[in-house]
């Protein structure tokens, strides 16, 4: 009898390691990742399964999950980017409510930090601090490049504003192209335009298909 309890008592215990062992597995299959780099407290807390993301900064990517190839670098740059791919955001809260835009390349403090949901749409470049601060939506295909340009686009697409302030109050107009500090300054809505120099179509707030060059 001592012979049988015994081998029942084994029999029980090789059960269980292996009952152990089996869910340990799967644990690990369910948050496999691979080639992730991350420094700094909270950065990349929330990762699952997300691979190659490269995270430096407090806070920095602290939501993403299953994004790929993401590369974020200072405090709280895009905190909130969950599941997307190929996004470079750098500076502190660049890109900062940002939750499923792809193909973005962002660089500079506050540079589209976002309301709400921030910006959700691809390829976009946005180079200057707090340019596309308040980008909030499916904005996709613009450059903005200066220092405040561009601050208030929400989800706008095609538009080029390079300047200090370029396009500051344009919200949700297309394929625009200002050049020049403050170009475009006051257009909210209008479309197609082009305005080339400093101060260049300031006025200018809902007109359309106009081309001016400020010498």
């Known amino acids: 009898l001592h012979t049988a309890y015994r081998r029942q008592r084994q029999m029980c215990i090789r059960d269980r390691i292996l009952a152990i062992t089996v869910l340990s597995a799967l644990t690990l299959g369910l948050n496999a990742q691979t080639g992730n780099e991350t420094l700094g407290t909270g950065a990349g807390t929330s990762i699952t399964s997300g691979d190659y993301n490269v995270l430096i900064g407090d806070s920095s990517g602290y939501s993403i999950t299953t994004g790929l190839n993401n590369t974020f670098l200072g405090y709280r740059a895009g905190l909130n980017q969950t599941s997307q791919w190929d996004n470079i ?19 500079g403090t506050r540079a589209a930090q976002g309301l709400g949901l ?6 976009n470049v946005i180079i200057g601090t707090e340019a596309g601060l308040e ?11 200066g220092e405040e340009a561009g601050q208030s686009l929400i989800d706008g697409d095609d538009n080029v504003f390079v300047g200090e302030d370029a396009g500051y109050n344009t919200t949700t107009a297309n394929d625009n192209t200002f050049i020049g500090n403050q170009a475009g300054y006051r257009n909210t809505t209008g479309y197609r335009n082009v305005f080339v120099g400093n101060d260049a179509g300031w006025d200018n707030t809902t007109g359309y298909w106009l081309s001016l060059i400020h010498i």
Not at 90 to 106: C, H, P, V
Not at 118 to 123: E, K, V
Not at 140 to 145: E, G, L, Q, R
């Open 89 to 107: 955001y750098i500076g502190m809260n660049a890109g900062l409510n940002s939750t499923t835009g792809t193909d973005n390349t962002i660089i």
């Open 135 to 145: 980008m909030n939506g499916y904005a996709n295909d613009n450059v903005i490049i």
């Open 118 to 123: 921030g910006l959700q749409g691809t390829d």
